[in-house]
């Protein structure tokens, strides 16, 4: 159903809609109603928290963040400043996974728990449910170090077509402090560029995670007044960033 429904995005961890009119509001009451939570990313702040309390119910908690967006031009001139800036250390590398193994999910995975992120499933990491690319920096003796994603995740017929999604960006704990965040940001901003042609990056950050935000931005996305994503929540869960 979601593949063939431009409004609705599988984003690995939630199921966002992108035109609730268009999906139909009994719909999305349904399904927001199974997990308890549904996504509305790049969304103005007040019409997203209007619709959310109307259309599912007051009772919705509705947790925000700002969402962040990059023209191609923009973004791959700030990555190659980045890169060129930030140089890896003698016998460290880079990888980009398409479709990860079994060991390499883990790796991923468990960095990712390390740091706060809530983990892709390894379904969505091995692209079968949309296009997404894992890059990863790897220290001398083989270790993850630094890693972060970008979905293709958005239908060619929405009205997010030609965005990505990219995010999921996590530093072990022991190299942090040398700009690995937003190299490995940077380095599968500009590879997925290549892959999945996007024309516009998206991400999205707490408002009040500075150093998350100063590593975005620092890629050539900017934060426009008033534009977030919003999770609509029935639910005592918490997210993680």
């Known amino acids: 159903m979601i593949a063939q429904t431009p409004g609705l995005v599988n984003g690995g961890r939630v199921l966002h809609c992108l035109d609730p009119d268009a999906v139909g509001w009994s719909v999305v009451h349904q399904l927001a109603g ?16 209007s619709l959310i309390h109307d259309k599912l119910g007051p009772h919705w908690k509705t947790p925000v963040w700002h969402a962040l967006l990059g023209s191609k031009e923009q973004v791959l001139a700030a990555c190659s400043m980045v890169i060129e800036s930030v140089p890896l250390a003698t016998g460290w ?6 479709c990860p193994n079994a060991a390499q999910l883990e790796q991923v995975q468990a960095l990712n728990a390390e740091t706060g992120v809530a983990p892709y499933p390894a379904y969505y990491m091995r692209s079968e449910a949309v296009p997404v690319l894992t890059t990863c920096v790897y ?22 077509a030609g965005h990505m999604f990219a995010g999921m960006v996590s530093v072990s704990e022991t190299k942090r402090g040398r700009g690995l965040g937003k190299l490995v940001n940077a380095l599968a901003l500009v590879k997925s560029q290549v892959q999945f042609g996007w024309t516009v990056a998206t991400e999205q950050v707490a408002a009040d995670n500075v150093a998350s935000r100063a590593m975005i931005m620092a890629c050539g996305l900017t934060h426009d007044a008033g534009l977030v994503s919003v999770a609509a929540m029935n639910s005592d869960e918490t997210f993680s960033r």
């Open 34 to 49: 199974e997990d308890k939570l549904m996504g509305f990313p790049v969304i103005d702040h007040d019409l997203a928290l």
């Open 139 to 160: 220290d001398g003796a083989g270790d993850l170090i630094a890693t972060a994603s970008v979905a293709d995740r958005y239908h060619r017929d929405s009205r997010l």
């Open 93 to 98: 590398s880079v990888v980009h996974h398409s």
